[in-house]
C-alpha cells in the first residue's frame, strides 16, 4: 500500500507544471518504477507539451473566441487527467491521450 502511495504521490505531482512532469519522472525511477506514475507522467507531459505547441500557434489567431476555446479545453482535459491520479484511476485523456501514451511510451 505504501508503494502505491509514493506512485500516488508520483502521479500527482506530474500534473503540476511541466517542471513537476520532469520531478515527476526523477521520482518514477528505474528500481522504484511504477507504471501508475509512468502512465499518468505520459499524460501529464504529453498535455504540457500540446498546450505549449498549440498554443504558440493559437496566439496567433487573434480570436478572443479561439483562445478561449482553447484554455476551456486544455483545462477539463488537465482536470480530467488530475482527478484520475488523485483518485488512483489510469483512464486516459479523451482524445488525446492514447496518443500521448504511444509517443512517451518509453517514460
Request: glycine content about 8%.
Amino acid at each position: 500500500m505504501e508503494n502505491f502511495e509514493k506512485s500516488k504521490n508520483t502521479a500527482i505531482v506530474a500534473y503540476l507544471t511541466i517542471i513537476g512532469s520532469v520531478i515527476a519522472i526523477f521520482m518514477n525511477q528505474e528500481e522504484n518504477k511504477s507504471e501508475f506514475a509512468s502512465f499518468h507522467i505520459r499524460q501529464a507531459l504529453g498535455l504540457f507539451i500540446s498546450f505549449f505547441l498549440l498554443g504558440y500557434f493559437v496566439g496567433y489567431a487573434n480570436s478572443w473566441t479561439a483562445t478561449s476555446a482553447f484554455y476551456i479545453f486544455y483545462f477539463i482535459l488537465w482536470v480530467y487527467g488530475f482527478l484520475g491520479a488523485l483518485q488512483g484511476q489510469k483512464r486516459e485523456l479523451p482524445v488525446v491521450g492514447a496518443l500521448f501514451q504511444s509517443t512517451f511510451k518509453s517514460l
